[in-house]
Nanobody, 128 residues
Framework: QLQLVESGGGLVQPGGSLRLSCAAS????????IGWFRQAPGKEREGISC????????YYVDSVKGRFTISRDKAKNTVYLQMNSLHPDYTAVYYC?????????????????????WGQGTQVTVSS
């Protein structure tokens, strides 16, 4: 069974840090571009970061540039999202997703359409 599982969410104070993990079972993540998305209550799902399958390309939405870092550990079949300087506006459910296509070796997408597999999400709450 092909599955993605996010972990690492929780309650953190403003300015704090969290590291989210996206672990795969049933398939090798290094063949896929991985995207991180978030959805706050009453808002649409937003693509915030992604990494191509070759790790050559990464993307960050403007609001998280300089704060978030995406990385991949092939040995652990896991992709991480290091989140620093967290702001209350970042409170949301965070999802990872995997996509494999003709361009995903070099590129990744911030759009949910096209991603083949999704995790169940992990809640991140930034509050004092």
């Amino acid at each position: 069974q092909l599955q993605l599982v996010e972990s690492g969410g929780g309650l953190v104070q403003p300015g704090g840090s969290l590291r989210l993990s996206c672990a795969a079972s049933g398939f090798a993540l290094d063949s896929y571009a991985i995207g991180w998305f978030r959805q706050a209550p009453g808002k649409e799902r937003e693509g915030i970061s992604c990494i191509s399958s070759s790790d050559r390309s990464t993307y960050y939405v403007d609001s998280v540039k300089g704060r978030f870092t995406i990385s991949r550990d092939k040995a652990k079949n896991t992709v991480y999202l290091q989140m620093n300087s967290l702001h209350p506006d970042y409170t949301a459910v965070y999802y990872c997703a995997a996509e494999r296509g003709p361009d995903t070796y070099y590129y990744c997408s911030d759009r949910a359409f096209g991603y083949d597999y999704w995790g169940q999400g992990t809640q991140v709450t930034v509050s004092s």
